[in-house]
């Protein structure tokens, strides 16, 4: 219920501020000013996601859980959504979820509603001990250079 509310109350918000707007500073401004906060936001979410990426890597090589960092990233994709749609609401979340310290609150109030069951690095599931895996068994017999002869090594072998 509380999603279709924000299906039906965002259009609704975005519609009357165009009106608002584009009555107060005329339809050419108002569309300049889509524009250029569209492609503002998508230079500043370029920005954002790169240094988002950079930590995502950071926290991956220390071995530190990445769920801050992911859900950075994933804010500014949002926000990147947000500032594409044409809308002063819209464009207003938007650039607030590319503010870091926004997002840092955003993060501290999602963490606290949501509860993460398991989390490993490393390796997979470890084989069971019975299991011989890449192993292959066979037998050998090693051939002194008197038994080669003159023969050239099989290839097989390092002399």
Same mark, same amino acid.
């Given at each position: ?11 609704? *918000?975005? *519609?009357?501020?165009? *009106?608002? *707007? ?5 339809? =050419?401004?108002t ?13 500043l =979410? ?18 530190? #859980? ?8 994933? =804010? ?13 609401f819209? #464009? ?6 590319? =503010? ?15 509860v ?9 599931p ?32 390092? #002399?």
């Open positions: 219920m509380l999603l279709f509310l924000a299906f039906l109350a965002v259009p609704l *918000i975005e *519609i009357a501020l165009f *009106i608002q *707007i584009g009555g107060a500073i005329g339809l =050419m401004p569309l300049a000013i889509v524009v250029l906060t569209a492609a503002l936001g998508t230079w =979410m370029r920005q954002q996601g790169a240094l988002a990426m950079s930590q995502v890597r950071t926290s991956f090589q220390e071995l530190r #859980d990445p769920a801050e960092p992911l859900a950075h990233g994933a =804010m500014i994709l949002f926000s990147g959504a947000l500032l594409l749609t044409p809308g002063f819209t #464009d207003a979340v938007g650039f607030a979820l590319l =503010m870091p310290p926004v997002r840092a609150a955003a993060y501290r109030w999602l963490s606290k509603r949501m993460v069951h398991s989390m490993s690095y490393g390796p997979g470890q084989r069971p001990a019975n299991d011989p895996g890449d192993i292959i068994e066979g037998d050998f017999h090693e051939i002194s250079p008197k038994e080669r002869g003159s023969r050239p090594p099989s290839g097989w072998t390092r #002399d």
